[in-house]
């Protein structure tokens, strides 16, 4: 090879007609297999007054029947020994990673043990703070405050109401309530009653509302009407149950978009939920001079960090209503005038309050639910104290990975929180090698249980761990994703049409169940329109 480099300058033209091969349509006239070793990966062209950037081009058409392209060598040669090792295996058996590359992608970068982070429950977590500082303020809701003492009394003597109609472990309370401070207590005095509630926005459609609350059989629904009734609980005693915390028994279960046009409840456990929260706190350190608006729906399960991260650390809650959040100049208002210091939203929202000129200078930014633009991730870092880019599904509580972002353009979803591993597969429950792309699976402390009444979905999508100790599952998230040279994962899209708008996890199939449904209809198809930057909205055609 090196030597015909000599006569590299020939018209391939002429090397055909001094050959005078065979000519036929069917292949390449000189040869069929091409192999290119590529020892130049480093880019470099400069020209004069010009900034000059590589990228990446490609292409469906194939000039030779078989075309390698090689950067790396060694994984060629690891390859054709797997071959030859069984000359009559399946080429897909053969193992491309390097004992030190399985170790690389299955240890050392799950390395996330944390001692302690599920030990105490979030109730227990919960009255060890109020019991520190009583008095700090609690909950803030417009114009009024409570305090960390006066919230505990108030949920002690609502999960005694519950307990007296059946509330306990093992058992679902349904709570629709606005966005309100007895929604607070409510959810606190479920899960110290030892039950698990089940969240529900009383502006989703009522025939949601209706679907959830027959599935999920709660042993009582708290709504308005149940808490008028209830008053003020004079005649229940203020102090701790004292119900023993956990880590298996069922906190809550929220319900996700199915395919089938059947939403499913997905049940997360104690350990899961104190998990998560305690890797957060190690993460994001809240004290009692910080202040957290809480801004999303208590349908999303994103909720989960917005109500208890404060609370379980000494910081300030404030429940922004629905009118601020839709707005994003009131929005903005409540952040100025609150002292807020951190927040998670959507990128939807975060974009909506980039686009209204919103101060964010003094703002931790939280950003997770849908994949996060790069152009968006540029002005939040450039213009916020920081930025964290979170990521995860409901069925692993709710997240499952960080990273921090930088006026970097490269956005990434980052590398799993404390008690998480994560593996990128191939279709074999094989581990890929870095830069190559597969799907997402998650193990760990962060597991739900599965999907409530639905033990054929949850054996579908919650799979044995190959790679960890006997008995242990791992949940396939259906999304593509490659691991980064240096174990940071990047985020590419998914496997099959489920969509996020607005952070809000929607099965295609299940908008077109509904119009399916419809009389007149006889056929139906829905898409997610960007047809303004930021601006995703869900829109079908019949």
């Known amino acids: 090879d090196l030597a015909a480099y000599a006569h590299q300058d020939v018209p391939f033209e002429r090397l055909v007609e001094v050959v005078s091969p065979q000519r036929s349509m069917a292949h390449h006239p000189l040869f069929q297999v091409m192999v290119l070793f590529d020892n130049n990966t480093e880019a470099s062209f400069t020209l004069p007054g010009l900034q000059v950037s590589a990228g990446d081009s490609t292409t469906t058409v194939s000039q030779f029947d078989l ?36 170790g690389r992608v299955l240890e050392e970068w799950n390395d996330t043990v944390a001692a302690g982070a599920a030990e105490v429950s979030v109730v227990g977590r919960f009255e060890a703070q109020v019991a520190a500082t009583p008095d700090a303020t609690a909950l803030i809701i417009g114009e009024r405050t409570v305090s960390y003492r006066e919230l505990n009394s108030r949920a002690n003597r609502l999960a005694r109401f519950l307990v007296e109609r059946g509330a306990g472990p093992e058992r679902f309370v349904a709570v629709v309530l606005p966005r309100s401070a007895e929604l607070l207590v409510s959810l606190l005095a479920v899960l110290k009653s030892g039950a698990a509630y089940v969240p529900v926005d009383p502006d989703f459609p009522e025939d949601r509302i209706a679907y959830v609350l027959e599935d999920s059989c709660p042993v009582l629904t708290l709504t ?23 880590p298996g028994r069922a906190a809550y279960a929220i319900y996700t ?26 993460r994001f350190q809240l004290s009692a001079d910080d202040r957290l608006p809480a801004v999303t729906t208590v349908g999303f399960d994103i909720a989960g960090l917005e109500m208890y991260l404060p609370l379980l650390n000494g910081a300030g809650l404030i429940l922004a209503d629905r009118d601020a959040v839709g707005d994003p100049s009131v929005l903005g208002a409540l952040l100025k005038a609150s002292g807020a210091t951190v927040m998670q939203a959507t990128p939807s929202l975060w974009h909506a309050l980039v686009e209204a000129g919103v101060d964010l200078s003094g703002l931790r930014v939280l950003v997770g639910g849908e994949s996060l633009p790069s152009d968006l991730a540029v002005t939040l870092a450039a213009t916020a104290r920081s930025v964290t880019n979170l990521y995860g599904p409901t069925e692993t509580t709710i997240w499952s990975t960080a990273a921090d972002v930088t006026t970097s353009e490269r956005v990434t979803i980052g590398r799993p929180i404390a008690n998480t591993r994560v593996y990128v597969l191939d279709a074999a429950l094989r581990p890929v090698a870095p830069g190559v792309p597969g799907e997402l699976y998650i193990a760990g402390d962060g597991l739900a249980r599965g999907y409530l009444g639905r033990p054929s979905l949850t054996a579908e999508r919650f799979v044995a761990d190959p790679f960890g100790a006997e008995g242990a599952r791992m949940y396939r998230t259906g999304d593509l994703v490659r691991w980064t040279a240096d174990g940071v994962l990047e985020y590419i899209g998914r496997t099959d049409f489920q969509v996020k708008v607005r952070g809000f996890r929607i099965e295609l199939g299940e908008v077109e169940s509904a119009l399916n449904g419809v009389t007149g209809v006889t056929g ?3 898409v997610v329109r960007e047809d303004r930057p930021g601006d995703r909205r869900l829109v079908a055609y019949y």
């Open 524 to 526: 139906a198809t829905a």
């Open 67 to 102: 075309s390698f392209a090689l950067f790396l060598g060694e994984r060629l040669v690891r390859v054709l020994e797997g071959l030859l090792a069984d000359v009559d295996g399946r080429v897909a058996a053969v193992d491309v990673l390097s004992a030190a590359e399985h």
């Open 224 to 246: 308005e009407e149940v808490l008028a009734a209830f008053g003020t609980g004079d005649a229940y005693d203020v102090g701790d149950l004292g119900v023993p915390g956990d």
């Open 257 to 282: 978009s199915g395919s089938t046009g059947r939403p499913k409840g997905v049940v997360i456990p104690e350990g899961a939920l104190a998990n998560f929260l305690g890797s957060m706190q190690d």
